[in-house]
């Protein structure tokens, strides 16, 4: 079950970056994120209003944020500063990059969070899992490859440097993720972590984009809701995935990452991007491992 809910929580992501591309193509950074923080926050509010005031609506469902006190929103506010800045450095770099490139990027993700999860949580690999994981690390050096026909350096290239150090918060946020289901409620996790990063979002909004805004100037579009929704989506069925009996963050993580499949058909449908076939064997890679670690987890 766990293992399905990663899939269907790795399509909804797909969508998720398409949207994103869209949003961000010519747009200010900042005030993106921002408005994607605010609408998540907004889908959670009413949950947790209803859970506070009327336990009896949601009591026994998946929607209902149980009450805690400090010593539990500690560690969920830890949460949001590390996904914050996961987005924040994914969104800089998503912005200047090829949605064909930045996806497959993303999908070698899991390997940090395998060796994470290796050390921290004791987690154990068949032979079919690490082929799938020695694929998803093949195919990073074969995109390196790919981005250089399109003048894009890896080793120097800033916007490059920004995709991977999303790609360690995220993997950070990941490993974190199993330590939270473990001890508290997904809702309550999801609920309150997306609250909070409003509250940090604003000081950033003020000081670093609105004394430039005349310069660094944003425009409204309806993806951006797209954005909030699809996420909020794919985190409610990946955190209720991690909260079954049997999950590996591990594995849930690399399946997660098979949204570079919708990403790339919009990369390559809606924004009309290059060298898609060298592209494609890279992606082509990154799902054999998919495979092989869906084989290794049966």
Same mark, same amino acid.
Request: glycine letters at 8%.
């Given at each position: 079950? %766990?293992?399905?809910?990663?899939?269907?929580?790795?399509?909804?992501?797909?969508f998720?970056?398409?949207?994103?591309?869209?949003?961000?193509?010519?747009? /200010?950074?900042? *005030?993106?994120?921002?408005?994607?923080?605010?609408?998540?926050?907004?889908?959670?509010?009413?949950?947790? /209003?209803?859970?506070?005031w009327?336990?009896?609506?949601?009591?026994?469902?998946?929607?209902?944020?149980?009450?805690?006190?400090?010593?539990?929103?500690?560690?969920?506010?830890?949460?949001?500063?590390?996904?914050?800045?996961? %987005? /924040?450095? =994914?969104?800089?770099?998503?912005?200047?990059? *090829?949605?064909?490139?930045?996806?497959?990027?993303?999908?070698?993700?899991?390997?940090?969070?395998?060796l994470?999860?290796?050390?921290?949580?004791g987690?154990?690999?068949?032979?079919?899992? %690490?082929a799938?994981?020695? #694929?998803?690390?093949?195919?990073?050096?074969?995109?390196?490859?790919?981005?250089?026909k399109?003048?894009?350096?890896?080793?120097?290239?800033?916007?490059?440097?920004?995709?991977?150090? /999303?790609?360690?918060?995220?993997?950070?946020? =990941?490993?974190?993720?199993?330590?939270?289901?473990?001890?508290?409620?997904p809702?309550l996790?999801?609920?309150?972590?997306?609250?909070?990063?409003?509250?940090?979002?604003? *000081?950033?909004? @003020?000081?670093?984009?609105?004394?430039?805004?005349?310069?660094?100037?944003?425009?409204?579009? %309806?993806?951006?809701?797209?954005?909030? #929704?699809?996420?909020?989506?794919?985190?409610?069925?990946?955190?209720?995935?991690?909260?079954?009996?049997?999950?590996?963050?591990?594995?849930?993580?690399?399946?997660?990452?098979?949204?570079?499949?919708?990403?790339?058909?919009?990369?390559?449908?809606?924004?009309?991007?290059?060298? @898609?076939?060298?592209?494609?064997?890279?992606?082509? #890679?990154?799902?054999?491992?998919? #495979?092989?670690?869906?084989? =290794?987890?049966?």
């Amino acid at each position: 079950m %766990w293992l399905l809910l990663a899939f269907l929580s790795a399509a909804l992501l797909g969508f998720y970056d398409a949207f994103k591309k869209k949003s961000l193509r010519g747009n /200010a950074v900042l *005030p993106v994120l921002f408005l994607n923080t605010l609408f998540c926050s907004l889908v959670f509010v009413p949950f947790i /209003a209803l859970s506070a005031w009327a336990p009896q609506t949601l009591q026994g469902t998946l929607f209902y944020v149980p009450a805690a006190g400090w010593e539990v929103h500690r560690f969920i506010l830890i949460k949001s500063f590390i996904v914050l800045g996961s %987005w /924040a450095f =994914g969104y800089f770099g998503m912005k200047h990059l *090829p949605l064909t490139l930045v996806g497959p990027i993303n999908a070698t993700r899991p390997v940090m969070v395998l060796l994470g999860a290796m050390l921290f949580f004791g987690e154990r690999l068949n032979l079919w899992q %690490w082929a799938g994981v020695l #694929l998803a690390v093949f195919s990073f050096f074969l995109l390196s490859r790919t981005g250089k026909k399109e003048g894009i350096d890896f080793r120097h290239n800033r916007w490059i440097g920004c995709i991977v150090l /999303a790609a360690v918060l995220g993997a950070l946020s =990941g490993l974190y993720d199993k330590y939270l289901m473990k001890q508290f409620d997904p809702m309550l996790v999801q609920a309150w972590y997306n609250v909070y990063q409003v509250f940090i979002m604003c *000081p950033l909004l @003020l000081c670093l984009w609105w004394p430039r805004r005349a310069e660094s100037r944003f425009r409204w579009d %309806w993806c951006i809701v797209g954005i909030s #929704l699809f996420l909020c989506a794919a985190d409610f069925v990946y955190f209720y995935a991690l909260s079954l009996d049997g999950a590996m963050i591990s594995i849930v993580s690399m399946v997660r990452r098979g949204s570079v499949v919708v990403s790339f058909l919009f990369g390559a449908m809606a924004f009309h991007e290059k060298n @898609l076939r060298s592209k494609a064997v890279d992606l082509a #890679l990154v799902l054999l491992g998919m #495979l092989c670690l869906y084989i =290794g987890s049966r």
